[in-house]
């Protein structure tokens, strides 16, 4: 299994209040990406990175942001959590080489009260 | 916009049955196709690739069939396992400079022994 691992792995918190949710990988990959998960309406892309300190936005992006400071290390925050953002989200990387062939992370279980 | 579809959203078999998964896209323009595979409270695994210009791509008891042109590809589970149980997912990318993964809402398979 590549070496992702999502941190932490779940979380409840309160609307109003700052989430930031930390990937990190082992295995050097360039792209990096973060997905929400949501019942009728599957994997969507919120934000992904394809090197240090270069990012671009998802589908979904609207109130999240990200930051990558280090190839290893991709955060997602969410500056003021919503109910809507109750989601579990997916990190995931890839090689320069084969982008499309992605290796995910554990997930992170968001609650928002 | 490309959109994917996988029908049955659930499927219970028993145990030894040979099965098919579907999935459909509606641009037949893309560059490949990947099932993924589920199990619940983890991330996500890469079952099988296929390249835009491939018919079918093994591995196992795994078979999955594109047919560009029609939009469809199949995912062939030979001999069941109550292992295999799980939610199956197909993704599309899309033809063009554009990598990122378009995904269907998956299928969910149980296997009954």
């Known amino acids: 299994d590549a070496g992702i691992t999502q941190s932490p792995r779940h979380k409840v918190t309160e609307t109003g209040t700052p989430v930031t949710l930390r990937c990190h990988q082992t295995?050097?990959?360039?792209?990096m990406y973060w997905y929400r998960q949501d019942p009728g309406h599957g994997l969507r892309l919120i934000h992904y990175?394809?090197?240090?300190?270069?990012?671009d936005k998802g589908e979904v992006s609207d109130g999240y942001s990200v930051s990558r400071s280090k190839t290893e290390d991709f955060l997602l925050t969410l500056e003021s959590a919503t109910s809507s953002q109750t989601s579990v989200y997916f990190c995931?990387?890839?090689?320069?080489?084969?982008?499309?062939?992605?290796?995910f992370g554990p997930g992170t279980r968001l609650l928002v009260l | 916009k490309q959109e994917v579809t996988q029908i049955p959203a659930a499927l219970s078999v028993p145990e030894g049955e040979n099965l098919v998964l579907n999935c459909s896209f509606t641009?037949?323009?893309?560059?490949?196709l990947q099932w993924f595979r589920q199990d619940p409270g983890k991330g996500l695994t890469s079952l099988l690739l296929?390249?835009?210009s491939q018919r079918e791509q093994t591995s196992g008891r795994l078979n999955a069939s594109l047919d560009k042109s029609s939009g469809r590809s199949t995912l062939y589970i030979a001999a069941s396992q109550p292992g295999d149980s799980a939610t199956y997912l197909c993704?599309?990318?899309?033809?063009?400079?554009?990598?990122?993964?378009?995904w269907g809402l998956g299928t969910s398979l149980a296997v009954n022994p």
């Open positions: 995931a990387i890839s090689e320069s080489t084969s982008p499309e062939t992605q290796y």
């Open positions: 295995e050097n990959h360039r792209y």
């Open positions: 990175s394809y090197g240090v300190k270069d990012t």
């Open positions: 641009d037949s323009a893309i560059y490949n």
């Open positions: 296929i390249q835009s």
């Open positions: 993704a599309v990318v899309n033809a063009g400079n554009n990598r990122k993964l378009i």
